[in-house]
């Protein structure tokens, strides 16, 4: 049973330039989060999807960053026009149910922002 | 407001034991985790505590203090692997979202 997967694992971008991230969740989960760490700081919630829903999007900045779970196909997020302030760590979980007891972790997309 | 603090780094020697404690400060409670996360690695699982008291796993246990909004991790016998980032979480059960606090580097000497 694989477990979360993310890609790219390392994403370079020039500054303007659009990131794409996806994250596969484990099978048989339909409930996505996504974290952003930057070095040395906590992971910050982003945002918390079902399929083809956002049930929680407070933590995502209200420009530039999107993000979806479709029906089919993997989770993403999406930032555009990207600046050096979002060079970062994003992980992405998923839990069977909505319980954050069972979030497991994909090992994470590492965006640098040049 | 909700706040999460730990220590940022601590020094342990091999074969000895650390406390790694977090005290935290929500509006909404509905347990408290603690993640192991490796340089450059996803953070895994490690414990979850919901009622006070104290929970063992092995070398690893975990304790908790609503009414003191406490909780601590303690790692026995310690071994040069356990040099990780431990992530002290909160769940708030107003919304299931789960505030991370920024973590304690752990460095384990020979």
């Known amino acids: 049973n694989a477990g979360v997967m993310q890609n790219p694992r390392h994403l370079v971008r020039r500054r303007g330039q659009e990131a794409r991230l996806r994250c596969s969740p484990m099978?048989?989960?339909?409930?996505v989060y996504w974290y952003r760490q930057l070095p040395e700081e906590g992971l910050k919630f982003m945002v918390y999807l079902q399929k083809e829903n956002i049930i929680d999007e407070s933590g995502m900045p209200k420009e530039r960053f999107s993000a979806e779970f479709p029906k089919e196909g993997p989770s993403i997020l999406r930032i555009q026009q990207v600046v050096r302030g979002d060079s970062a760590a994003y992980f992405c979980?998923?839990?069977?149910?909505?319980?954050?007891?069972?979030?497991?972790f994909g090992p994470g997309t590492r965006l640098t922002v040049t | 407001g909700q706040n999460i603090d730990q220590p940022t780094e601590m020094t342990a020697t091999e074969g000895a034991i650390v406390q790694i404690n977090c005290t935290y400060q929500t509006s909404g409670f509905n347990g408290l985790f603690w993640y192991q996360q490796h340089a450059g690695e996803a953070p895994t699982f490690l414990s979850y505590n919901v009622l006070d008291g104290l929970e063992e796993k092995g070398r690893f246990s975990s304790f908790l203090s609503r009414s003191k909004g406490y909780s601590y991790l303690l790692l026995k016998e310690l071994q040069m692997k356990d040099s990780a980032s431990y992530l002290c979480a909160v769940s708030d059960d107003r919304d299931d979202k789960i505030i991370f606090g920024k973590g304690t580097r752990l460095h384990i000497l020979p």
């Open positions: 099978k048989g989960h339909s409930h």
């Open positions: 979980a998923s839990s069977e149910s909505g319980s954050p007891y069972e979030q497991y």
